[in-house]
């Protein structure tokens, strides 16, 4: 008798299994290195060479007078480039999806070190 009341009170449980809901918490720094804030549009593309033609026609010139063309070139597109482009970017991004003056910062300094490392390469190569 004991054996079938047992075997009726485990059978009387009811298991409930529940899934847990993996929640997608994306770290700021992975965000911005995925470039997601970049808009996939050939606009966005006319605006970068804009950005970039922008600065080497008016301001490396004017930095050359102050640095040697390797200096310039480095803190021109380094600096100033990425600059432009992040805000930019800010400026046309919808109101209710602006960002935070950290992740603008960090945007900044993810673009400054990629345009950095390109100029270098080409300074090292030419």
Do not use: C
């Amino acid at each position: 008798m004991a054996k079938f009341q047992r075997k009726i009170n485990r059978q009387k449980k009811e298991f409930e299994f529940t899934k847990k809901t993996k929640v997608k918490e994306i770290n700021v720094w992975k965000k911005t290195l995925s470039f997601y804030w970049i808009p996939r549009e050939w606009t966005s593309l006319l605006i970068v060479m804009l950005n970039f033609l922008v600065v080497t026609i008016v301001a490396i010139p004017q930095l050359m007078t102050q640095f040697q063309q390797a200096q310039s070139l480095l803190l021109g597109h380094g600096i100033l480039t990425s600059l432009f482009i992040v805000m930019s970017f800010y400026l046309i991004e919808d109101k209710a999806n602006k960002t935070s003056k950290k992740e603008l910062i960090i945007r900044y300094l993810v673009v400054a070190i990629v345009l950095l490392l390109f100029s270098l390469f080409a300074i090292l190569v030419l």
